[in-house]
C-alpha cells in the first residue's frame, strides 16, 4: 500500500509539474486557496458553513469511487487490500476538511466526516451507465451536450438557488446564479479535447474560433434564460444590473474558448490560468486578453487546418 | 490523386519514415502492410496533416484534409457522448447536414447509448460510420476489421468495394491479410519508414507466402517448445 500511495503523490507531483508549478509552491498555493476558502465560507456563511465542509469534502472524493478505478484496485492488490487503501485515500482527503473542522470547534461534524470517508470509500460509482442523460445540445455536440451531463445537477442547483433569491428578495444572490451559469458553462471549455475532433473540421483556424464563440454563446443563452428572464420578471427596475452580470459572464465564456485553444493541443498553463481569473475578478482586463488568446489560438490551430 | 514525394518524419533522432515515394489513383483500393512500429500510422498522419514532415504530398483535392475521412486504428471518444452525437459532430464538421441517422444505421448500433458502453468493435463501427457519412472523396482506415465480428466485416468489404465503384480513393492497413487481399488493388510493402515492395493483386499470393515463410521459419524455433 505505501507504494500504490507513493506512486499517486509521484503522479500529482507530475500533474503539479505539468500545470507549470514546482511542487512546493503548488502545495503551498493549494493551502493558501484552502484557507482563503475556509476563511470566506465562515464569513459569509458560518450558520452552515461546516455542512458546505462536508459537502465539498464529499465532492472531493468521489471522483475516486469511480468503478473502473475500484474494479482496478480490486484485482490488482485483492478486496481486502483494495478496501484499505480507499479508505486511507478518502482519509487523506478528509484531512484538511477536518482540520478546518477542527479550527471551528465542530466536533460532530469531524465525526461524521471521518464516518462518512469510510462509507463512501466502500461506495463504487458506475458512470457508464446505459442511459443517456438527454441534453437540450444533442444536435450541436461536443462540449454543451457532454459538459451538461456532468454539470445537470449543479445546473438544477443554480435554478433553484435562483427561485430562492426571488422568494427572499435578494437580486445579489440571483445575480450570482447567473454568473454561475456562465462559469459552469466556461468548465467545459477547461481541457483540450483529442486533436482529432479539431483536424475533423473543414474551416480555417479563424471561422473555427468563430464557429466554436458563436456555438458557446447560443448555448449558454439557453442555460442562462431562466435565471436572466426570472430575474428580470420581479427585478425590472434593476434589468441593467441583470444585462451587465450576463454581459460580464458572456465575456467570460469568450475568453475561456479562447484561452483554450491558445494552448491547444496542451493544457493550459498556470499564466492563461491567471489572465483567466483576473478576466473574472477584472473584467476589464479582457481587453488585453482576448486578443492576446485569440492571436495565439490562431497560431496554434495554424498547425491542424488549411488556411 | 495523392503524390507522395521523398517522405521523411523522425522523431528525435529515431527515423520513422525515410524518403517513402508513393502514389494513390482515384477509384483505388490501397493496402499497407508492415510489421508493429514500421509506421504505417505515421504514413496516415503524415497525409491527414496531422504531423509535420520533410518532403511532398500532393493532393488534385485541395485542401486535401477536408475531404479525408481517416478512421484511427483507436479512435479517441468523449465520456458522456452517445453514438448519435458523435455521427453529429464528425457531420457538422464537415458542414454535412443529417437530419435523421436511424435509417443510416448500418451496423444496428445503440445510438442514443454511451459511446463508453459500447465494445470495441462497436466502437470501431461507429468511427467508420461516422467517416463514412461525413461524404469524403478519399479514405484512410487504419485497421478498420480490427475487432469488428464476421457480419460486420462482410458488410466492411462490401462497403469498400461500392467506395471503389464511387471512384473514391481508399488506404487500408490491416494485419489480417485475407481482407486486405479481398478488397485491395494493390499492396505496398512498409519496412524500414520505405516502401519495398508494390504488389499488384494477381500477385497477392506469392506476397503471403513470402510473409509466411520469413515469419514462421526459424522464429518459432526460438521458443523451444
Not at chain 1, 78 to 99: Q, W
Not at chain 2, 48 to 77: M, Q, R, W
Not at chain 2, 99 to 122: A, K
Request: net charge positive; glycine share 6%.
Amino acid at each position: 500500500m505505501r507504494q500504490y500511495l507513493h506512486l499517486q503523490f509521484t503522479m500529482f507531483n507530475r500533474r503539479l509539474r505539468d500545470f507549470g508549478l514546482n511542487p512546493v509552491v503548488g502545495y503551498l498555493m493549494l493551502n493558501v486557496l484552502f484557507v482563503g476558502f475556509v476563511k470566506a465560507l465562515y464569513y459569509r456563511a458560518e450558520g452552515y458553513a461546516a455542512w458546505v465542509l462536508i459537502g465539498a469534502c464529499l465532492m472531493a472524493q468521489l471522483p475516486l469511487c469511480n468503478k473502473e478505478r475500484s474494479d482496478f484496485l480490486q484485482t490488482t492488490f485483492g478486496k481486502g487490500r483494495k478496501n484499505k487503501i480507499r479508505i486511507v485515500e478518502n482519509l487523506i482527503i478528509s484531512l484538511p476538511f477536518a482540520v478546518a473542522l477542527l479550527l471551528n470547534q465542530c466536533f460532530i461534524q469531524i465525526a461524521i466526516i471521518v464516518i462518512l470517508s469510510i462509507v463512501s470509500s466502500l461506495a463504487t460509482f458506475n458512470g457508464n451507465t446505459g442511459i443517456a442523460i438527454p441534453t437540450p445540445f444533442s444536435k450541436r455536440p461536443f462540449e454543451f451536450s457532454t459538459g451538461f451531463r456532468y454539470t445537470f445537477y449543479l445546473i438544477a442547483l443554480v435554478y433553484v438557488i435562483t427561485v430562492i433569491s426571488v422568494s427572499v428578495n435578494n437580486l445579489n444572490l440571483g445575480i450570482a446564479t447567473i454568473v454561475a451559469v456562465y462559469i459552469i458553462a466556461a468548465s467545459y471549455y477547461s481541457k483540450p479535447e483529442d486533436v482529432y475532433y479539431v483536424w475533423i473540421f473543414a474551416k480555417t483556424p479563424c471561422t473555427f474560433l468563430r464557429l466554436k464563440v458563436l456555438e458557446a454563446l447560443k448555448n449558454v443563452s439557453f442555460m442562462a434564460l431562466p435565471p436572466i428572464a426570472l430575474l428580470t420578471v420581479f427585478y425590472y427596475t434593476e434589468i441593467h444590473l441583470i444585462i451587465i452580470a450576463a454581459f460580464v459572464g458572456t465575456i467570460f465564456l469568450i475568453t475561456m474558448v479562447l484561452a483554450k485553444y491558445s494552448s491547444y493541443p496542451d493544457n493550459m498553463g498556470l499564466s492563461v490560468v491567471i489572465m483567466l481569473i483576473l478576466a473574472l475578478l477584472f473584467p476589464p482586463s479582457v481587453l488585453v486578453a482576448v486578443p492576446y488568446f485569440y492571436y495565439r489560438s490562431i497560431n496554434k490551430l495554424k498547425q491542424f487546418f488549411d488556411d | 490523386m495523392i503524390r507522395i514525394k521523398n517522405l521523411s518524419k523522425q522523431f528525435g533522432k529515431k527515423v520513422v519514415l525515410n524518403n517513402l515515394s508513393i502514389e494513390f489513383e482515384r477509384g483505388k483500393i490501397y493496402g499497407i502492410i508492415g510489421e508493429n512500429g514500421a509506421g504505417k500510422t505515421t504514413l496516415f498522419r503524415c497525409i491527414a496533416g496531422l504531423e509535420s514532415f520533410d518532403g511532398e504530398i500532393v493532393s488534385e483535392i485541395n485542401p486535401l484534409k477536408d475531404h479525408l475521412g481517416y478512421l484511427t486504428a483507436e479512435p479517441f471518444f468523449f465520456p458522456m457522448i452517445t453514438g448519435e452525437e458523435y455521427i453529429r459532430l464528425l457531420c457538422n464538421a464537415r458542414d454535412k447536414k443529417l437530419t435523421e441517422i436511424g435509417s443510416n444505421n448500418i451496423f444496428d448500433l445503440p445510438l442514443n447509448q454511451y459511446v463508453t458502453t459500447y465494445s470495441t468493435g462497436m466502437r470501431k463501427k461507429l468511427a467508420l460510420l461516422a467517416v463514412l457519412l461525413q461524404g469524403n472523396d478519399i479514405f484512410i482506415l487504419d485497421e478498420p476489421f480490427n475487432g469488428i465480428d464476421l457480419n460486420g466485416s462482410i458488410i466492411l468489404t462490401e462497403i469498400l468495394h461500392r467506395l471503389k465503384e464511387l471512384g473514391k480513393t481508399v488506404i487500408i492497413s490491416s494485419h489480417i491479410f485475407s481482407t486486405l487481399s479481398d478488397t485491395c488493388d494493390e499492396i505496398h510493402v512498409l519496412r524500414h519508414g520505405t516502401i519495398t515492395q508494390k504488389v499488384a493483386r494477381e500477385e497477392f499470393y506469392l506476397l503471403e507466402k513470402e510473409m509466411k515463410n520469413s515469419a514462421v521459419i526459424g522464429n518459432i524455433e526460438r521458443l523451444e517448445l
